[in-house]
């Protein structure tokens, strides 16, 4: 199964971001297995982070980012969506966070298009909100530990990606010098 070590999470979050590149993501629903890619995702860090909820203090919302490494952290925004987030940071950091932007499916497709009442793959899990959709990721997993076998963790995948291309975070207005967005194309 190869599940990823909390020791994984224990780096510079803008690296395990890098790194999170082609893990998969496991998602159990009942006995359904739901799995895909990780093709994109965002590093969010501390006090030089503007743009990261821990940027200013610790919260009932952020706490988590100031917790162990390897948990899941799950927040709700505009009023309608969840994002899915992996708390990883340099134990010397007080809190940081990679946000996990899409995947590439791999198992359970028709569950996650179902959930999606969405047929069109390209645009199936191609944003933070659609990926919780479909994998049925909610405030349910805030707290998870990651680093276990569960209903959702994370696994080695694909080999380590040679092409990772970075950008500026995507909807922040804050700390947009930053290229902390990574991409793959698999």
């Not at 994002?83 to 996650?112: D, Q, S, T, Y």
């Not at 380590?160 to 970075?166: H, L, R």
Request: proline share 4%; glycine share 6%; hydrophobic share 40%.
């Amino acid at each position: 199964m190869n599940i990823l070590p909390r020791e994984f999470y224990l780096k510079d979050t803008v690296t395990v971001a890098k790194n999170l590149l082609g893990k998969k993501i496991i998602r159990k629903i009942g006995r359904q297995e739901i799995s895909g890619i990780i093709t994109e995702t965002e590093a969010y860090r501390y006090k030089d982070d503007p743009a990261s909820h821990a940027f200013r203090k610790i919260t009932e919302r952020n706490k988590v980012m100031f917790g162990d490494v390897g948990i899941a952290y799950v927040y709700f925004t505009y009023g309608m969506h969840y994002c899915f987030n992996v708390v990883a940071r340099h134990p010397k950091i007080e809190a940081g966070a990679v946000l996990i932007r899409a995947i590439k499916p791999e198992n359970g497709i028709k569950i996650m298009q179902k959930n999606r009442m969405n047929v069109n793959l390209k645009n199936l899990v191609n944003g933070p909100a659609k990926l919780t959709q479909a994998l049925e990721i909610t405030m349910e997993h805030y707290g998870v530990d990651l680093t276990k076998r569960s209903n959702l963790y994370i696994t080695k995948g694909i080999k380590k990606p040679k092409n990772i291309s970075a950008t500026p975070r995507i909807g922040i207005r804050d700390a947009t010098d930053k290229l902390w967005n990574f991409r793959i194309e698999i």
